[in-house]
């Protein structure tokens, strides 16, 4: 194990256009305990953590692992191990063959997959394929992965998510043993009763800024709770609390008592002379001291509920949204809802032995600024108004806070929330173009954190990042810049690179370096788009999700693990092994009018007047629809999730789909007098050009193109061991694609086609045959004689009535 390393966030601020996700946060967590992460949907956690990971850069500030960003980090993975959102897999895989491409790829011995794999409980899975892994088992294993190099750091995002309850206990007490390991655990969660259990610190972040640091113990502070007191002469009890001027509700079991503490309700009793049955003192819980201080409702320093001022409240809207709409000038960097208050200064943010609260406003004006009314000021005005309850001043808060909502409208809200998303989304793509010219500037950010110097984030390390333009190319290169992230078909010789330590070397090397072997060049393209390729891959590589692309059409609020990242991911390897890839998950369904469709459309889109019968997002690994005989395929496909091939009842993946290409036309028979009005079902199985031919002459009504692999071979541990990655793609698939592909393009264009379906020379038709057709070839004759195939395959005879050109004309045929 590497050495518990200090995760820390200083003044660490993060824009996504508009939107300030993370504003000024500062936090220093320590090895040796479990640090939760707490904080409503949208208030930054995942993309603090992402910044800490490296997956984005910083707008201004800094989010480093022991003292160094995660660029500059020798060894990543055995440094920080992080589970962040979903995990994509390749369903096909086993988990040992998953783990051990990343340990080769990070230069950890295989030793360690089976370590891991029985750390997290999937020891008996080693045989079962990914896909066939149900939430909870993808759960262990991307921990698996994180544990892979027995890393001094650990980064969980939401980790009991998919875990049954005996799921859930078990990762606390992993969470448990790594920390009294002496690691750093990090983990964000909504869970509060799970994080009441296992956290010894507290991180509360409120609308991208920090409200509360601190231990979980403080946080609870039972003097901040209630008491529960009863007597046998409750009147008597309650005229004494009362007197005492001491707020309390009565229930059945008892009388609660607000923010004091056992003594002093029990001396209120003795000095009544009152005997007591009951007296227990109770903290708040943690869900009660979270809500509270989202809202705002409780000081943050003081663990307190804040005083509040009625008066002010109407005068002064400084609370919570409305502070934000009224306070905040760019108010659309604080769409989302940052505080008003900007001392400038540094939040609460250390833990532990280690704690020092820097230079938090003195006024107590808390660590986000969210009591404003309370303090000095307040007070002097003489507007001071203490809740009698803790229920009291809740409801105040909230009707202050409602209040305020409804003077933000129309200035604030979801709607501009939205125009800030699309806003967003633009800039996304606007400011992915220049990236070069960003780091054309050059910036100090780009030497310290040892990124290549095309990437477009240099910009972003100016000293005034404030001022920096919206930056939005925020996806840090990781397929590039991180030595663990290697292309997916490459890992082998990815692995073997990572292994000697060349590739780390670069990564955190010179600015030349990157450039000299072309790395500059790849981390520029990984810059400049975002959402494809290296991201996606390194992820893989790294048997993590790391990060969810960001779409152009992403609209901030939505989760961003919807992203279809299996999706992507093995969309990036379709484009590289195949320039034909939209047909290998297409199962399109054409109308009759249709007949207008133009290759163009097959290859590059959908046409409005087809529809697709499949899910637009199947990966390459599901098993395209098999249009088989008793058509069972076609439903199997349909209800295969889009990263799920189809499994057999126990589970396991089932290679059943057809092994060969084929194509199904159905034809409506419509000239045939005994008909049924319904469209036959009789199906009729061509080839290559044919379906443009039948298409093109209307006869079509449905069409479904199908290509398939054969059954992958084993995919097995054993494979990788030899140090055999199997190709994942069929090379015969993607003939048959390309030979379609020729084949359209053959019959929609006046060019010259590339593809010959005619027979070998010495089968082609007699010469005399081809001299009857009317000025056919008249300008490439020869061209004929060349057109074989290399098989020697037979051009079969509607292949050359429906192989004319618009003008009646045969396109020429060139041999291959
Ligand atoms: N890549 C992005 N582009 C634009 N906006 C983003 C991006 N990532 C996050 N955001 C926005 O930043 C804000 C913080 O999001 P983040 O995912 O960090 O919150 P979170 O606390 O992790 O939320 P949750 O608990 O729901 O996961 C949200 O408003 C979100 O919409």
Known sequence: MTDGQVLEFSHATKRFGVLTAVDDLSARIEPGAVTAFLGPNGAGKTTSLRMLLGQIRPTSGTATIGGVSHAELRHPLRTIGSVLEEAVYRPRRTAPRQLSIAAKANGIPLSRVDEVLSLVGLQNETETRIGAYSLGMRQRLSVAGALLGDPGALVLDEPANGLDPEGIRWMRLLMRRLADEGRTVLVSSHVLSEIEQIADNVLVLSKGRLVYADSIGKLSD???????????DRAALTTALSEAGLTFDVLRSGLTVHNTDAAAVGAVAASAGLALTTLQQRGPSLEEVFLDLVHGRRDPLTGSVPVLTAPAAEETPATDDAAEAAAAPDADAEGAGAPAAEDGTPSAGLFGAAVAVPAV?????????LFEKTGPAAAEAGTVAIPTTRREAAEFAAAQSAQGEEEAQGSEGSDERASVAADDAGDEGDEAAPAGADAAEGSEETSSDGVAPSDGEAAEGSADAEQAPAEDDDEAPQGDEHGEASAEDDEDSEAASEADGSEVDDKVGSETAATDDGEGEQA?????????????????????????PVAADYTPGEPQHDAPLTHDADAADEAEGSALGSFETAALTIPAEATSVSFDDLITGVPSAVQSTEDD?????????AASEDGEAQDTADETSADEAPADDAGHEVDDAPTAATTVITTPHADDEFATPEPSTETTEIAGIEIFAALAEGRTQEIQVILD???EEDDDLEDVTQGEIHHDEDPRA???SASLAAAARAFYTDDAPS??????????????????????????????????HADGEHAPEEHHEGDRNDDGQHPEHHGN
Do not use: F, K, N, W
């Open 222 to 232: 039972p003097t901040t709770g209630s008491v529960v007191v009863d007597a046998e």
């Open 524 to 548: 520029e393209t990984a810059e400049e788009q975002p959402t494809e390729g290296g991201e996606d891959e390194s992820t893989i590589a790294a048997g993590i999700a790391l990060t969810a």
């Open 709 to 711: 692999e054969t059954p």
């Open 734 to 736: 993607a003939a048959v």
């Open 617 to 625: 997002d199947a990966p390459e690994d599901a098993e395209p629809a």
């Open 361 to 369: 406003a003195a006024t107590g004006a808390g660590v986000a600024g």
């Open 755 to 788: 593809y010959t379906p005619g027979p070998a020379a010495d089968e082609q038709p007699a010469a005399e045959e081809r001299e009857e057709q009317p000025a056919a070839d008249e300008h490439a004759p020869d061209e004929h004689a060349q057109g074989e």
